[in-house]
């Protein structure tokens, strides 16, 4: 629902990027003809681009391949079009927000020297400057879409070395694994999910634990589940692999990576993501712990923004440790990084988290530091709790990174 109110502002920036356009082929002095041709040809291919992700919406998402293999692979192709369009108009809106600010500047300056600004910016001299700046403007903005989409996918490896309050006689530590945010669906895939398995197969961990956001809401987006499976499954471990579901672990439409009905806390995953976990090996925590080799516990929490269950509720910190012996550590799955102190008051030795995508892009990457978490990724203690947050392995919304890394975060730890 937010985006559709975002539309109007949507539309129009879009509208103003096609004027800006039309403008700087002005300046080409083309042939007559030849100029109107490429104008119309920019308006339609422009058109296409920015409207994909509102005619992706409208095909029926669940259109199975066999029976109508045209709306299957047109509805794929709207929706990876939408999501790199998302990513284009963030960049060039701030390319033109810039030139926008400097055209003003330029203004006023040349009113205080007395000079007639619409002469000046209708001037030859003007012409060609605004021709190099277009040109300018495209390579900027095609370098830096390469470099976020090439960037999203380079899945790098982030290692750590904490060490926790309690002691486990006979054991020095634990090597854990901690990917979050896979977001499998129209971006991400077979391919990337690859990588973060090699990489965490080459650490050999004791543990391996996915933090939310595994599914990007939408499951018939999955290119190829059955092979996704297969990827998951081949992730080894020393006490297997564990998992709690994340916000958009939730079977429902999405749109420019805002879903509808946000606020529903009963939303709970759909029977397909169930049994994709299932047939993985992968053992879901639902506000439940487990005691691994009478060592230590793992507890999984239910999302902060959409718990599900039925109940739209989750236990408090205080709830989730009653009855635990907690001589023993204590590792917390929580999707969200909320709760910090409340955790860490209650006795929790370590907290792993996803969810922030440190930011995903820039600027985001600065208010989700600054403004929004108080750990966006990386370590943060909380007395004698770690918290621990993973920038996540795939994409939401834009598919690109930029000033953020896709990582697998090896954690050591030492009892």
């Known amino acids: 629902m937010i985006f559709f109110l975002l539309s ?25 003809g030849l100029g109107k041709f490429v104008k119309i040809l920019v308006a339609f291919l422009w058109a296409v681009f920015s409207l994909s992700i509102f005619a992706a919406y409208v095909i029926p998402a669940g259109v199975p391949y066999e029976s109508f293999p045209i709306l299957y692979i047109l509805r794929r192709v709207l929706k990876k079009s939408g999501n790199y369009n998302l990513g284009v108009l ?18 006023i300056k040349l009113k205080k020297k007395g000079y007639e600004p619409k002469q000046v910016f209708s001037s030859a001299l003007y012409s060609n400057k605004r021709a190099v700046m277009g040109v300018l403007n495209i390579v900027f903005i095609v370098l830096l879409m390469w470099y976020g989409v090439a960037h999203g996918r380079d899945v790098k490896l982030n290692t750590y070395e904490i060490q926790t309050a309690k002691q486990v006689e006979g054991s020095d530590g634990l090597r854990i694994a901690l990917v979050a945010d896979m977001h499998l669906g129209y971006s991400i895939g077979c391919e990337q999910m690859e990588k973060m398995a090699d990489l965490i ?13 595994i599914f990007d809401n939408e499951y018939e987006a999955l290119d190829d589940p059955e ?3 297969e990827i998951f499954a081949s992730i080894k471990s020393r006490y297997g692999t564990y ?30 993501m169930n049994e ?12 439940e712990y487990v005691l691994i080799d009478d060592t230590f516990y793992v507890y999984g929490r239910p999302d902060y923004s959409k718990p599900g269950n039925g109940t739209g509720k989750r236990k408090s910190a205080e709830e989730l440790v009653r009855g635990l012996d907690l001589t023993k550590p204590l590792i917390v799955i929580d999707h969200e990084p909320r709760e910090l102190q409340a955790l860490a008051d209650a006795g929790v030795d370590i907290d792993l988290c996803g969810h ?20 966006s990724a990386g370590v943060l203690k909380k007395g004698n709790m770690y ?7 795939g994409l939401y919304g834009p598919n690109i990174r930029i000033g953020t890394d896709a990582e697998v975060c090896i954690i050591d730890v030492k009892w």
């Open 8 to 32: 109007p502002l949507f539309i129009a920036a879009h509208v103003y990027f096609v004027y800006e356009c039309f403008k700087w082929l002005d300046t080409l002095r083309l042939p007559r």
């Open 90 to 107: 963030i960049y060039m809106g701030m390319s033109f927000a810039v030139i926008l600010i400097g055209r003003l500047i330029e203004y």
């Open 201 to 213: 197969n080459a650490s050999s961990p004791d543990i391996v634990i996915m933090a939310g956001d």
């Open 227 to 229: 092979r996704l499976i």
């Open 243 to 272: 998992a709690v579901y994340g916000n958009h672990d939730i079977e429902e439409k999405i749109i420019g990576g805002f879903t509808f009905d946000y606020h529903n806390p009963n939303k709970a995953a759909g029977k397909e």
């Open 276 to 287: 994709f976990l299932k047939k993985a090996g992968i053992m879901l925590l639902l506000d």
């Open 356 to 375: 922030t995508h440190d930011g995903q892009f820039f600027p985001m990457n600065i208010t989700s530091r600054l403004f929004t978490w108080e750990n």
């Open 387 to 393: 918290n621990i947050v993973t920038s996540g392995v």
